[in-house]
């Protein structure tokens, strides 16, 4: 027999009774029926109920033995009776009637306990993550992880990708999110960077020649936390493709995703390839967001026609100053009390927005002060325009168009939410395409990049060259999922000439496109094939699919909000000796006030 397992905990079944078994694993949890107690024996694969009484040797080893600890039990697989079998366990049909016990390690009392669903402090959790990771649903996610991560794979070489590994060590990059440096030590005073992304290996892959490349990549940086981003690092289904266009890459990748998304479903529906595409200038009007939730049927209007000359005021002298107006149906909402629309008008307050305002509507009559002094037969014209009925309310954002899109977008998913009109177990993808390639920075005065410096512009260089800069498309997309964007791509701009222009409306000169990004660029002036790709996150996927609110309940060791490691105790100290091997001082930060 063998030293420490014959079975696994979840092999046992009924015809296996009668045979003498040893199991290995965590003492789940223990119940003592009174000279009977009954141990729930679980490993990674599942659980075994153990049952032993008093005038066994095992009894008094499994009695002392605290939950936690790890133990190996020799037994005998006998069958339950009909009144004790558990069909929602997979051996519920037996127990092993235990004849000695060996505790391989003992634990200590617990600082969270494994068995329940408790929930802890997030300190408490990731402190003690190697005990939150043996808990059921835990546990489940990250196999579900490894799971994904192997049907992505296989899906990807399958479309005839060939996987490739690019540098952890790089250069600093200007642009994007901060770095994360590394001293060199043999290079006093100059640093590597981790890769925020393996952006320029990747098309430079494409320069070398290879055609069609992925890798499941790691990506570092320094960047505060969100629920649907972990700090320090991610990983990402990164890939690339030669002489392509826009639609081949949607056709390679769409496979990819809804063949993953529909075979971890668990019956959840996922919407069918080709998935809908949205030009962004749509999507922020539609739905205020650049990232919208299709599951949510409620489309937002513009009505800032109706308010140009009215009796509101407020309204009409933000439309006089080019403002604008953007409308949210709140259906059904006729039997609602007005405290349901203040309470959404006090939200927005609560979002550092000036409020929004709202319209109620119950059999016909409008309610409400834009109501009445925007008149009745105003508010029937806003009304007929938008579709809405005798008993349908209706909420205004209005501002700067950007504002009053971000509002009007979070009242949108809210009013979805507060009258439970988000549809449940499914999987709603789109494309959002046709990114502006620029945008007016206030703060700085001038024209920059909006999305992403090395796209190529719809249109090329003559668009660069005759057009208003605010006017210029970029073949750029993003792929979202209920809500959550999984990844940008786009089709890259692979002409030096191109690529100088487009620096040149954002205010680099060639020296500094030479300087900042002189590995690409060179690599350009030797052929480079027209090429384009994406980057899904694997986090942001594996988060779907678990249906989990926060990223850090699919990663294995996450960072909390800081982007500390409690665990390990990352970021740490390091020694003076450490420090003068790579010719850094630490400068004392100066004290506040």
């Not at 605290?66 to 697989?77: L, Q």
């Not at 408490?124 to 990771?133: A, G, N, P, S, V």
């Not at 409690?566 to 740490?572: H, I, K, V």
Request: glycine share 8%.
């Amino acid at each position: 027999m063998h030293a420490y397992r014959t079975h696994n905990c979840a092999q046992l079944r009924a015809a296996d009774v009668g045979q003498s078994v040893r199991l290995s694993g965590w003492i789940h949890r223990k119940r003592d029926h009174g000279g009977l107690l009954f141990v729930d024996l679980r490993d990674h694969y599942g659980l075994t109920q153990i049952v032993t009484d008093t005038d066994s040797d095992a009894f008094k080893v499994l009695d002392r033995a605290r939950a936690e600890s790890v133990v190996t039990i020799t037994g005998d697989v006998v069958a339950r009776d009909g009144a004790t079998v558990n069909a929602n366990l997979p051996t519920g049909e037996i127990e092993v009637r235990a004849r000695d016990v060996s505790v391989q390690s003992a634990a200590q009392e617990l600082p969270m306990p494994v068995f329940g669903d408790a929930e802890y402090p997030e300190d408490i959790r990731l402190r003690y993550r190697f005990l939150d990771l043996r808990r059921e649903r835990l546990h489940a996610n990250i196999v579900l992880r490894s799971n994904v991560i192997s049907s992505i794979r296989k899906r990807m070489i399958d479309q005839g990708f060939t996987e490739f590994q690019t540098p952890i060590l790089t250069a600093s990059s200007p642009e994007g999110a901060r770095d994360y440096l590394v001293p060199s030590r043999v290079h006093p005073g100059k640093f590597y960077a981790l890769p925020q992304a393996p952006q320029m290996f990747k098309q430079l892959l494409m320069v070398a020649g290879f055609d069609r490349y992925f890798q499941i990549a790691p990506c570092f940086r320094d960047e505060d936390a969100r629920a649907d981003r972990s700090p320090g690092e991610f990983y990402q289904l990164d890939f690339e493709m030669s002489f392509v266009t826009q639609d081949d890459v949607f056709a390679a990748i769409e496979p990819v995703l809804h063949g993953v998304f529909e075979e971890f479903a668990n019956g959840r529906a996922v919407s069918p390839a080709p998935f809908p595409r949205i030009p962004f200038r749509e999507s922020m009007l539609k739905y205020g967001s650049d990232k919208p939730d299709l599951r949510n049927p409620l489309l937002i209007t513009d009505v800032t026609v109706h308010f140009a000359k009215s009796g509101f005021g407020l309204f009409e002298r933000i439309v006089g100053d080019g403002g604008v107006v953007r409308a949210i149906p709140a259906p059904k909402t006729a039997e609602k009390s007005r405290k349901f629309f203040d309470d959404m008008n006090e939200w927005a307050r609560s979002e550092g927005h000036a409020g929004l305002g709202y319209v109620t509507r119950k059999g016909g009559e409008f309610g409400g002060p834009i109501a009445k002094n925007h008149g009745e037969d105003g508010m029937k014209a806003i009304y007929e325009a938008m579709g809405l009925g005798p008993d349908d309310g209706c909420f205004f954002a209005a501002g700067k168009e950007l504002q009053a899109a971000k509002l009007a977008g979070a009242a949108r998913t809210r009013v979805g939410e507060e009258l439970g009109l988000i549809e449940q177990g499914c999987f709603k993808f789109c494309w959002i395409v046709d990114f502006p390639m620029f945008e007016y920075d206030e703060d700085a005065k001038k024209v920059d990049f909006s999305h992403n410096p090395f796209s190529m512009p719809q249109g090329e260089l003559e668009a660069l060259e005759t057009k208003d800069p605010l006017d210029i498309l970029a073949y750029q997309y993003d792929i979202v999922c209920n809500g959550v964007e999984l990844s940008s791509g786009a089709i890259r701009n692979h002409r030096p000439e191109i690529m100088y222009k487009a620096f040149e409306i954002a205010g680099y000169s060639r020296e500094d496109v030479d300087a900042n990004f002189s590995g690409m660029i060179n690599a350009f002036k030797f052929g480079a094939p027209p090429h384009g790709g994406s980057a899904p996150g694997i986090d942001r996927i594996v988060m779907l699919l678990a249906d989990e609110p926060n990223i850090r309940e699919v990663i294995v060791f996450p960072m909390n909000q800081k982007a500390e490691d409690l665990m390990m105790g990352a970021p740490g100290p390091v020694t003076a000796k450490q420090l003068r091997e790579l010719n850094i001082r630490i400068v004392d930060q100066p004290k506040a006030g």
